[in-house]
């Protein structure tokens, strides 16, 4: 069983930035999907940021050419920079793994709100 923590939310005005970051208790080369999530309020549940093969990422349209999905597989951890971040990206942001038989792993949950 994998834990994720997850940690960098927070206050941000307009046009600022957020890292955050999920570090997982094991390591997260074997999974086949990684990925972050967001949900607002009001709203479902979307995907933000995934792998598509390796470590090559789409982005949903919302934030695409703003944010940036990474990893650092020797510290087990995934990233999401977030650039020029606007309101409507005020949410919770949750990180996930998956792979086979079933693994479906998610972190707690990080609140990102933007506003001035």
């Known amino acids: 069983q994998v834990k994720l923590v997850e940690s960098g939310g927070g206050l941000v005005q307009p046009g600022g930035s957020l890292t955050l970051s999920c570090t997982a208790s094991?390591?997260?080369?074997?999974?086949?999907?990684t990925g972050w999530y967001r949900q607002a309020p009001g709203k479902e549940r979307e995907l933000v940021a995934g792998?598509?093969?390796?470590?090559?990422?789409g982005y949903a349209d919302a934030v695409k050419g703003r944010f940036t999905m990474s990893r650092d597989n020797a510290k087990n951890t995934l990233y999401l920079q977030m650039n020029a971040l606007k309101p409507e990206d005020t949410a919770v942001y949750y990180c996930?793994?998956?792979?086979?038989?079933?693994?479906?792993?998610w972190g707690q949950g990080t609140q990102v709100t933007v506003a001035s």
């Open positions: 792998n598509t093969s390796g470590e090559n990422y």
């Open positions: 996930r793994v998956a792979g086979y038989y079933g693994h479906d792993y």
């Open positions: 094991g390591s997260i080369s074997s999974f086949t999907a």
